[in-house]
């Protein structure tokens, strides 16, 4: 049929040289207006920066000369913080897998390639005791970094877990709307009455008690269920903003003006509606994380999270608080846990803030 | 005489309006359109004039296919477009096409304008990359832009130039019918005329068919040829322009062409003018017999209290320049 | 005698762009009992200069520069926020262009019109019922007392503006600013309420500020009109005279563009050329210069002041140095 129909003559000359002229005239894109101005809000900027600066330490934890987070040091009780440069205290050999589960825990192919670089780099030397040691004279650097590791994978798989189903799923169920956007929201609105704690607290207790028969038979480890299962809850607010969003006046026009071209749903869906939900995506997920930071703690501080030895803020907070007695106070395994998390969270509700002001169309240009 | 390029009987969109229960049907209908019929030939343009809730865009938007018609007949080109399937649908989709009212909100603000102008040609699988390009800074010249400006946002435009970008997609698929949905009700009076002219223009140059969608009589009357005024989603009198304008029959067309303040104060002060009485009723629950009737100044004159029970059929004349009707007991 | 004087108001935003001036020294004079017609298109700068006499500028990015407002002998610019809430709604009332929103939907109509009354009047609820009551009556409500115990969602859009109109004039202000008061309603509703508007001012005498970019309104309801371009009055002239013969191209401009059920419409619409400006940044000269048919050298680096266009008339005053040449030529398509 295309090739029947006459094509209008437009009668554009020289379309070439303007085509190329073009590339002189570059539009700014909502992304990059929100960009510059985030760039002027310093809370966030430093916000942004000091994230960054903490996401690459804990990523980069084994490369670092810190001391092992799981070496006991018997001594009567935890010992202060001390100035000192460090000492020669890192006397392991890698060789064979075990050798790093001394050391350390399960690690994975990257992680025990960054100890042995590590080991090339710094050889034995660690760093002294800056924060202090726990009560079974572990390093607290050490174990809060190590810790920040796990907190961080577990936000990020969380929160991409709740991402992929929620934006899919709320922006499907606003698109189709009628019936099936109906049934779909209902169907969140059944799971959000279920107590999420008690599931989690239920699902996770079942996983603990028959874990060595799960673990054999299949690949479930608790980890990458604790992963999904907090994955699974915050999806359900997620899949809510994006309906919304989908469904607003301002949204709809264009996507209606989409459709008149015939373009078909999946490409409303990606071209479309994504894109432009993203940006409320975006500040929902920095106010997210932080909720799963804490969501983690709390369940690992109920013993049901992550297990020794390997380390998470929430077991350091059982350690704190462990610490806590009206004799003694041994003041930095509070507070040294307690500073790198809320400084962690402070800083992402302020990264949330600017974001949120950046991305708003109505202040665009302001 | 060949097929009517558009031909709409007996249109009917009703929505459904709140829920019984959980999940059960409908509370309410809404009956956006009851009953719309009209005929739209090659080149021409109609104008489907009324206030707001009088089912105008709705009409627009169940003949493209946004709506799925409750019942009654869309024929383009002599196909019956209701009952198509899926697929065969697009083909006739891209002979229609629709500009939007909101210049704002109808072009997707992380979009070049460039993607804009080639979105429609790519979903239509029509030309390469480079083609589709060099495509698209034409159709920006064809609408009065600089064809160079084709990488930027549509923010970086003002509302009457984006206004031209939205023309602009609606004619990247070369449609012989463009529906116009108050394509300037949105704009600033000195661009509102910017923008009927280059209407007026692309018409005359592409042989292009409109339905115009509008609330002012002022602008329909500069570019529509024929023009259906609609009252609570039906049509009540459908004229061509120079018959409508100079003796309107349906007794709310009159009221409606009255309200209209005229833009000299030596007329403006003189002339009588109409005021209806009341608000638009409610299409969840229209009055009975003839919808204007509660507001109706001529009602006296219809004996035995027809208005009050009676819908009045469209009557009148066709004849080549299309047909003269009224929806009125008057008219008997 | 004058009942509200503007002198020389300039507000500006702080934006990131730059500083825009959205209202650059603007004077103006609305007599009693007159209707003063304020047009413009959207950035022109009308209703953020009744924004301004009002004090409801936000503050930041706005900030107003300067400038005099004049209600009889009071400068409501320098009043503090405590006396100007007490002249606000009682000497000087505003209606705004959407009916939906600026009513509160969570009280009802007798709590939001009685509410001005107990504040202004210090009425008992009784007392306030019942003259709200009579308000709503004024203002062509059938049925007054039972609407009074409605909520905004339950009345339609002519009968909200009819309600915002009735609490406007509850306190009988001396000058009503109405900023768009009919956009947002269909047209047979716009006649109603300009009728009613009409209607209302000859009984009461109040001098109304009628903020609007429809000529057509304009023509039926002003006594006077100014003309707003890019935050400066372009023009101001008795509504006849202007429409008459208009001494600014930028009103020229207007009246040639709008369509009219009487003209032909087979010919090209003569429209204005152009964009409306960007207020960030503005040319050097008139800021009409760029879209102008008879712009000169001078337009283009010198900002016209207002002067006088009319031997006979000394309220007749246009920013234009070409405006003698007004009308002699034939603009193009007109």
Known sequence: MAGQRRTWDLGLQDAERLLQEAAGYKGESLWQDA????????????????????????????????????????????????????????????????DYRLAYWELSWLDKRMVDARKAIFGDWQTGRWFGTDSKGRDLLSRIVWGSRTSILVSLAATLCSLLIGVTYGAFSGLMGGRIDNLMMRLVDIFYAIPFIFVVIFILTILSTDRSDLESEALV???????????????????????????SPKNSEFIEAARALGASTPRILFVHVVPNVLSIVIVYLTLTIPAIMLFEAFLSFLGLGIEPPKVSWGLLAVDGTDAINPIKTFWWLVVFPAAAMGSTLLALNFLGDGLRDALDPKLRGK | ?????????????????????????????????????????????????GESGCGKSTTARTVLGLHQATSGSVRFDGVELTTLARPERGAYRRRMQMIFQDPYASLDPRQTVGSILTEPLKIHRIGRPKERKLRALALLDAVGLNPRHINRYPHEFSGGQRQRIGIARALALEPELILCDEPVSALDVSIQAQIVNLLKELQERFGLAYLFIAHDLAV???????????????????????ELYTAPKHPYTRALMSAVPVPDPEIERQRERIVLEGDVPSPMNPPSGCSFHPRCAERHRVAGGRCEAEIPALRGTQDAGGARLSACHLEE | MSVLDVRNLAVRFETHQGTVRAVDGVSFTVEEGETLGLVGESGSGKSVSCLAMLGLIPTPPGVVESGEVLLEDTDLLRLSPDQLRRVRGNDIAMIFQDPMTSLNPLLTVERQLTEVLEIHRGLSRSEARKKAAAGLGDVGIPNPEARLDAYPHELSGGMRQRVMIAMALLCEPKV?????????????????????????????????????????VVAGMSDRVNVMYA??????????????????????GLLTSVPSLTDDPEAELASIDGQPPDLADLPPGCAFAPRCPYVGERCRSEVPPLARVDRDDAGRVSACFESARLGRTEVAGG
């Open chain 1, 35 to 98: 960009w510059r101005r985030l760039k002027q809000d310093r809370g966030a900027l430093w916000s942004l920066i000091f994230l960054a600066i903490f996401a690459s330490i804990s990523l980069l934890a084994p490369l670092l000369p810190l001391p092992s987070p799981i070496a006991l040091d018997l001594q009567a009780e935890p010992q202060p913080p001390v100035l000192a440069f460090g000492d020669a205290g890192f006397d392991y050999e890698f060789e064979t897998d075990d």
């Open chain 1, 221 to 247: 480890d608790k980890e990458k269920v604790f992963f999904l299962v907090i994955g699974a809850i915050y999806w359900l607010t997620m899949a809510r903003v994006v309906r919304g969003q989908v469904l």
């Open chain 2, 1 to 49: 005489m060949a097929e009517h390029l558009l031909e709409v009987r007996d249109l009917h969109k009703h929505f459904p309006v709140g829920r019984k229960g959980l999940l059960g049907g409908p509370a309410a209908m809404l009956r956006a359109v009851d009953g719309v019929s009209f005929t739209l030939e090659r080149g021409e343009s109609l104008g489907l004039v």
């Open chain 2, 220 to 242: 329909v009357r500069q570019l529509c040829h024929r023009v259906a005024v609609m009252y609570l989603g039906r049509v009540v009198e459908t004229a061509r322009r120079e």
């Open chain 3, 176 to 216: 009503l600013l109405a900023d768009e008061p009919t956009t947002a309603l269909d047209v047979t509703i716009q006649a109603q309420i300009l009728e009613l508007m009409g209607a209302l001012q000859q009984k009461r005498g109040t001098a109304i500020v009628l903020i609007t970019h429809d000529l057509g």
């Open chain 3, 231 to 252: 935050g400066r009055l372009a023009e101001t002239a008795e509504t006849r005279a202007l429409f008459a013969r208009p001494r600014h191209p930028y009103t020229e």
